[in-house]
């Protein structure tokens, strides 16, 4: 595996802790409930809180982007007419809460799940805006999944097709067949000789057809071994590993 996607792995995992609650609450600056929105033909609105945790007064931007996943797990966001968010920017008094309504202005996709984020962005003050020379200074940004289900039966697979090791830490590189998406929220690894298995939290997400390089902390000279990939979707998946490539 070329060392790129180390870091790559490393950086999605540290971004996507945030979203393994009920709630965003960013350094206590902001809340956001509830973390994930799920759409639906049956289900084409909701809504979402969010709170200013702040002792100021602070603006937000509400945006919803389309969100896609390449094969060297980068993020990719495009901007959307699909799915709404209402109101799009708004100010909130220390304690306020304001909430926005999330709506579907499409059907959704007969056979495979459609994918989003909706960020919100805490906006400069005008006097913070005075001070800068050019440009809008966005103090805070943080993005929730937003799904809409397929019309047909939802499925998801989690293969793993190979693995790489970097000093010390495995990768194995895992693919979604099905057609909807994979969220892992924990990784076991099982070496030989061990009683217990180590445990990492995760929060990963694989979307419909892409692959994700899972770090899996090893011992000093494992690589084999069992991994355990816990999923919200698919419960718990086992893996046994043979020496790393």
């Known amino acids: 595996m070329n060392e790129r996607y180390r870091w790559k792995a490393v950086l999605c995992t540290a971004f996507l802790l945030v979203f393994g609650g009920c709630s965003i609450s960013a350094e206590a600056q902001v809340s956001i409930s509830p973390v994930r929105v799920d759409l639906s033909d049956q289900r084409s609105k909701t809504v979402v809180q969010i709170s200013n945790q702040q002792d100021t007064t602070a603006s937000y931007q509400v945006e919803v982007v389309a969100w896609s996943q390449t094969d060297t797990q980068r993020e990719v966001y495009s901007p959307t ?4 968010a209402v109101p799009p920017l708004f100010t909130l008094q220390p304690g306020q809460e304001q ?4 709506g579907m202005l499409t059907e959704a996709d007969p056979l495979v799940e459609r994918s989003y984020r909706m ?11 005075e001070q800068q020379t050019s440009g809008v200074n966005m103090r805070l940004r943080l993005g929730i999944p937003v799904f ?9 697979t989690l293969d793993h097709f190979d693995s790489e090791q970097v000093d010390g830490q495995l990768f194995m590189h895992l693919r979604n067949s099905g057609n909807t998406h994979v969220r892992i929220s924990e990784v076991q690894y099982l070496g030989q000789g061990m009683e217990e298995p180590r445990t990492e939290s995760a929060a990963i997400y694989i979307l419909s057809g892409q692959t994700a390089y899972v770090p899996v902390e090893l011992g000093d000279g ?7 990939i816990v999923t919200d979707t698919l419960g718990s998946v086992e893996y046994e590993l043979s020496a790393a490539n």
């Open 148 to 156: 809409v289900a397929p019309n047909a039966p939802p499925n998801a």
């Open 119 to 129: 960020f919100v962005t805490e906006l400069a003050s005008p006097q913070e805006q």
């Open 99 to 102: 909430i926005v309504r999330i």
């Open 222 to 228: 494992d690589d084999k071994g069992k991994v355990t």
């Open 81 to 84: 007419e699909e799915i709404v």
